[in-house]
């Protein structure tokens, strides 16, 4: 990571912060493939929250459709991983444009559907699963299928993806939490981390690192509406599900404690001298939870959008699941293979891959621990925003 090489030299923060960029493009991706620890199989807190908005992402595209009445209808998927929920979305995105265009007799369109992630995203798990999906899709209109066109493009969703006015409908979940990279403001004019201890914001962190984050979220998220008013058409929506807070402040019960606990396991490793000190106090997480007005007024400021929904949910525990993988497990272990599935590829980087089993095993012990005493859960956004 970007604060790996900046802490240990006496480069500028301008140099620092153009190398964190690249390295989250370069480095930041999913546990590809299917296997025990992969996105693919621990992605279903993912799509529980996906789950509980389903019905404003149905709705959402339902309008879209029925005012923009187009031959062919430009959807996207940002941060659409290499897990089965990106097509189970799809299919329901379509499916629920073919019955609305029976029940209005309209000719049903041709589906463009982009699927977009980092470059370093296993695509080919998303491609292996297409013939299914095209059949399964065939098979319940009684192999008389709407035309669909699936395709991928690479990229970060801080850049330009698509060309001018060619989407109609965008959709990203629980992606858009992540930054384009870990916050230059981390770091103070020496190049010294200033977030020591810890890897996100908390009650030990000084006040300029919640700045340096709110500061980055803004610069960001700004330049994501941005962005996205040039590819998608006018009157054309986003439905963005993605972690939030529930109060301006920025300690929350929900998204900080887990980080908190996630930085508490890196304690015992350093205790037990797995982990050097140092080590950790180069280590944040390009991550940032806003609250609903971060969002609000951020919409406002970029002015290509009109905020027309913001609901705020609770993801709910559930005892004795099962993963995708067919392993039972308690519930701080599913949120920990959750969070490994995510963070592995960054924490490897920096730390060496020697560390992340103990690590993630300890996490899955304190969050078991801490939800025996209290129960927390993370909070997710589910927003609409229209092109206007
Ligand atoms: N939408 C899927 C996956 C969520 S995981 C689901 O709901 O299950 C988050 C995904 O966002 C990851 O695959 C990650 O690579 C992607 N992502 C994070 N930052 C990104 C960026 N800047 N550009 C594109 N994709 C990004």
């Known amino acids: 990571m970007a604060s790996k090489s900046h802490k240990n030299s006496t480069t500028t923060t301008t140099t620092a912060t153009a190398a964190s960029t690249m390295d989250v493009e370069k480095i930041f991706h999913m546990n590809g493939g299917v296997g025990q620890t992969s996105y693919y199989n621990n992605s279903s807190l993912q799509k529980k929250g996906s789950d509980k908005v389903k019905h404003v992402t ?13 031959r062919s209808l430009g959807i996207a998927d940002l941060g659409c991983s290499s897990g089965p929920n990106t097509l189970s979305n799809i299919k329901e995105i379509v499916e629920t444009v073919g019955k609305t265009s029976r029940h209005l007799l309209l000719p049903e369109p041709e589906f463009r559907v982009y699927l977009n992630d980092l470059p370093t995203n296993d695509f080919n798990a998303i491609f292996q699963a297409l013939p299914d999906f ?44 992540w930054l384009s990279k870990v916050p230059p403001g981390l770091y103070d004019a020496q190049g010294e981390p200033i977030n020591k201890g810890s890897i996100y914001i908390t ?14 979220f803004n610069v960001d998220f700004s330049l994501f509406l941005r962005l996205r008013s040039e590819e998608l058409i006018v009157g054309g929506k986003m439905v963005l599900i993605f972690l939030g807070r529930e109060t301006p402040l920025h300690i929350d019960r929900g998204n900080s404690f887990f980080w908190e606990l996630l930085t508490q396991s890196f304690s015992t490793l350093i205790s037990q001298g797995d982990v050097e000190e140092k080590k950790l106090d180069s280590y944040d997480v390009h991550f940032y939870a806003p609250s609903k007005e971060d969002v ?32 039972k497990m308690s519930y701080g272990r599913r949120v920990a293979m959750a969070v490994r599935a995510i963070q592995e590829s960054m924490m490897t980087h920096h730390f060496g891959g020697a560390i992340v089993e103990s690590l993630f095993e300890e996490y899955g012990r304190l969050v078991d621990q801490e939800m025996a005493k209290q129960e927390i859960q993370p909070i997710t956004f589910g927003v609409v925003l229209r092109k206007i």
């Open 296 to 327: 609000e007024e951020a919409v406002k400021r970029e002015g290509s959008f009109v905020l027309e929904r913001l609901e705020m949910f609770e993801i709910e525990k559930e005892v004795g699941d099962i993963n995708g993988g067919g392993m």
């Open 58 to 70: 149905l709705e959402t595209i339902e309008q879209v459709y029925v005012s923009t009445n187009p």
């Open 203 to 216: 009650e030990r962190s000084p006040p300029e690192v919640s700045k340096a984050y709110v500061d980055q």
């Open 134 to 177: 095209y059949c399964d899709l065939k098979k319940e209109r009684n192999h008389a299928g709407p035309s669909i066109y699936v395709a991928a493009y690479p990229g970060t969703f801080y850049g330009r993806i698509f060309p001018d006015n060619s989407l109609h409908f965008i959709y990203s979940s629980y992606s858009l939490h």
